[in-house]
């Protein structure tokens, strides 16, 4: 018996098919993945957002698979050629692959040889060669010879059985399947330079000459090569294991599906040919476009995954608060773009100065900054990370020493994607009739303040902590990073009464139109007081309400519990506590004595089991409470300004801005971003370097080596590690490149995972190697096209 999608997908999780339907339900009646997995644990019994989340890409899967099995069915039913043993293999199929295979020989083509021979009447003679390959080919095909159907002579016949055969043998799902896994588990990718491209594709130096195996290749290494085709630099071909002397293993095993041996039968020779062609031309052919799409679609999912991890990090990034903050945009002959920000994130004062060449105004500057922090009660000082960040920097430390009664603390802060926000449409709905030059320094002031409420604003292919971004699926990609937006968004909670529609609209069954309605209805009522009062607004109905309630915050209003992610529903369970501990809900909200004397079973009913009511104890204990961690600054090294003030051996402080599957990359303050290869994060063996190191991390690092000329900095979380010799030549930075959209324009990190050797296969498990070694050629090249990412050119 077939099993049901539910059954597939709770077998897949480990969970019982009532969970998974009750799921299924859920989302098929408009409800959420954060909805579900915070406010209907009794339905789904316990599952979180993590299994909902693959529930739900599972899902999506498997009907689609589904449909595509409906089509099938009824095109070959549409043929006559749908039997109870083939409806039987279509509908046992399961995966896409393997129900394509199956319906090859039915696809609708163009005329393909084979027709033309069938047409021809030349079925029977490949039958019957194939059949007993004891008649003479030849003589066999002189009985077929039609100069009216195009058949000339027997030599034409032979040709038209080939071809029949090389179909059939090529179309044959079950042989196809078990070639493919075969070549899968044995082959390997081998790249080579095309003639005259190696001074134009220098970057792509590390593959000039390589081979490895599809099962041990990250998926950084495939995107780069990919990209290296695309771009006419590489030559790549998937290869079967290496051959014997005589027919390849994957020959013998068409022949033996079908029964072909060579015996000194006068038909075995032509047969054996006839085998070896069918693989040459159509089997090795499509199994080569096969394994490219299966190594494209791992080596998406494990970027994806990689970006998705990274966001979800940066989103969660720790908050500064609600304090005053000033935040500069650096810049040379520009000037550092100035705006102060109050503690809700209103933009009150801004200006340009110019401290830096060529003005070189920088005592003017310290005095309007002064003026600016005194006016305002600043406490922070937010500093992109961009160009002239350290000369910056460095002017806010200065401010800082001169004003003590100020009592400043200064940040550096990413300014990834500030640009596309300054251009964004929102931002000058947000911000009418501010400069777009000066949007960049409200976003960094207000970053600092609340990093998820400001990059929710941004897309998130544009903030920069993903790997080839712009080689990847777009839809997959989107809805990977938008899914872990909402979670985000949604597992913090918003107040309703300050959020921004962008902020909004990533909340629990409010999309961009209702957000725009919740904030104007904001605007001409003045503040929510009530959660009750959002159903006031324009098309937000029952079924919105009843998504996004918990999510909403409202402080300050009329009932304490709507500053909690106690959902309205539940407020029943509320009062009843109340009523058994006496006094009122205000004096049972954070009364941790009081709430830990309260047994969860006690208001277990019919609606609400022990899960959610053990959730609302713990919620009324801290009401709203941020999930996020405490903010804390790295302090950068003084005297360490750029990359000609680093020295082997030094230990410096920095914030990790980006980790990738090879490392994690790391801003001490030099305007170029170190990389903690994956093998230098810990004594022991590391497989996900996410596991060590997470975007946002103040961490403390050796400086291990230091190549000048090639802006490479190798950089080490394992202090007792010895730097490399004075002379250079020591352990360099592992490279690899990772994409960025930074201010508009495209750029990429060119630092790299350790050199493969040529024509070797990787150490699998985490790309662990003791000292890799150097390649500058794509470092080079990227830096004569103006392409260095981790200069933060504007």
């Not at 000039?208 to 990209?227: C, G, K, W, Y």
């Amino acid at each position: 018996m077939t099993t049901s999608i539910e059954g597939r997908i709770a077998e897949e999780l480990g969970v019982r098919e009532r969970q998974v339907r009750a799921a299924v339900e859920l989302l098929d009646g408009g409800s959420t993945v954060p909805f579900i997995a915070r406010y209907r644990k009794e339905a789904t019994e316990m599952l979180d957002d993590a299994q909902l989340r693959t529930l739900e890409e599972r899902l999506r899967y498997l009907r689609e698979l589904e449909e595509r099995r409906t089509a099938i069915l009824e095109s070959v039913r549409e043929q006559g050629k749908l039997d109870g043993e083939l409806e039987a293999r279509i509908r046992a199929a399961d995966t896409k692959a393997r129900l394509e295979d199956i319906y090859l020989p039915f696809k609708p083509k163009r005329r393909t040889k084979a027709q033309i021979a069938r047409e021809a009447g030349l079925e029977p003679l490949a039958d019957g060669l194939l059949r007993d390959p004891s008649a003479q080919p030849l003589a066999a095909a002189a009985a077929f010879v039609d100069p009216e159907r195009s058949v000339a002579d027997a030599a034409a016949a032979l040709e038209g059985a080939r071809a029949i055969l090389t179909e059939r043998f090529s179309e044959d799902a079950d042989l196809i399947g078990e070639l493919r896994e075969r070549m899968w588990t044995r082959g390997r990718v081998a790249a080579k330079v095309r003639e005259g491209k190696e001074e134009a594709g220098a970057k792509f130096a590390d593959y000039f000459d390589f081979a490895e195996p599809f099962t041990a290749l990250p998926s950084h290494r495939v995107l780069a090569m990919l990209r290296g085709e695309k771009e006419d630099v590489l030559d790549l071909a998937l290869e079967p294991e290496e051959a014997a002397e005589g027919p390849s293993v994957y020959e013998s095993m068409v022949a033996r599906r079908f029964g072909v041996a060579d015996r000194g039968r006068p038909g075995d020779a032509w047969l054996a040919d006839t085998v070896r062609w069918a693989w040459r031309t159509r089997i090795l052919v499509r199994l080569g476009l096969d394994l490219r799409l299966r190594l494209r679609t791992a080596a998406e999912d494990e970027a994806v995954r990689v970006f998705a991890a990274n966001l979800r990090d940066l989103l969660l990034a720790a908050p500064a608060g609600t304090r005053a903050t000033l935040g500069l945009d650096p810049g040379f002959r520009t000037g550092v773009k100035v705006a102060v920000v109050d503690a809700t994130g209103k933009v009150v004062a801004t200006d340009t100065i110019y401290p830096h060449v060529p003005a070189n105004r920088w005592d003017e500057s310290l005095d309007r900054l002064a003026r600016l922090a005194a006016e305002h009660s600043v406490d922070l000082v937010a500093i992109g990370n961009g160009t002239a960040s350290r000369e910056t920097d460095k002017l806010a430390g200065e401010l800082i020493s001169r004003h003590p009664e100020l009592n400043l603390t200064k940040v550096m802060v990413s300014e990834a994607g500030a640009s596309v926000y300054s251009a964004s449409a929102f931002a000058s709905q947000e911000l009418p009739g501010l400069d777009v030059s000066l949007r960049g320094a409200v976003s960094i002031a207000r970053r600092l303040q609340d990093p998820l409420a400001e990059l929710v604003k941004i897309d998130p292919k544009s903030i920069g902590v993903g790997q080839y971004q712009h080689d990847l699926s777009e839809v997959k990609l989107s809805r990977s990073l938008d899914a872990v937006v909402e979670d985000c968004v949604n597992g913090v909670g918003v107040d309703v009464n300050t959020a921004s529609a962008p902020l909004l609209s990533r909340v629990s069954g409010i999309g961009a139109g209702l957000a725009e309605n919740i904030v104007a209805h904001r605007d001409a009522n003045g503040p929510f007081r009530s959660r009750r009062a959002l159903k006031d607004v324009a098309r937000l109905g029952p079924k919105a309400y009843e998504q996004c309630a918990g999510f909403l915050r409202i402080r300050g209003g009329d009932d304490p519990l709507d500053a909690s992610s106690v959902h309205p529903e539940a407020y029943p369970v509320v009062r009843r506590m109340v009523k058994s501990s006496g006094g009122a809900v205000a004096s049972l909200v954070g009364n941790t004595g009081v709430l830990r004397s309260l047994r969860a079973a006690d208001f277990v009913d019919d609606t609400f089991g022990l899960p959610t009511v053990t959730d609302i104890l713990r919620e009324l204990e801290k009401p709203g409470r941020d999930p996020r961690p405490a903010f804390r600054t790295a302090t950068f090294k003084d005297g360490v300004e750029k990359i000609g003030d680093l020295a082997s051996g030094m230990v410096l402080e920095g914030v990790v801005t980006n980790v990738a599957a090879f490392g994690a990359f790391v801003d001490i303050g030099v305007h170029q971003d170190g990389l903690v290869h994956v093998s230098a994060m810990s004594k022991t063996f590391v497989k996900d370097p996410r596991d060590v190191v997470k975007p946002g991390d103040v961490v403390k690092v050796k400086v291990l080596d230091v190549d000048i000329p090639r802006k490479r900095i190798s950089l080490t979380l394992r202090l007792e590690d010895e730097a490399a010799p004075k002379s250079g030549g020591g352990q360099r930075a592992p490279r690899e490149r990772n994409e960025r959209t930074e201010r508009g324009e495209r750029t990429e990190r060119t630092e790299r995972s350790g050199r493969p050797q040529q024509r070797r296969s990787a150490p699998r498990g985490g790309e662990r190697q003791a000292q890799p070694p150097a390649n500058s050629a794509m470092a080079d090249a990227l830096r004569r096209a103006g392409l260095t990412g981790q200069d933060r050119r504007r």
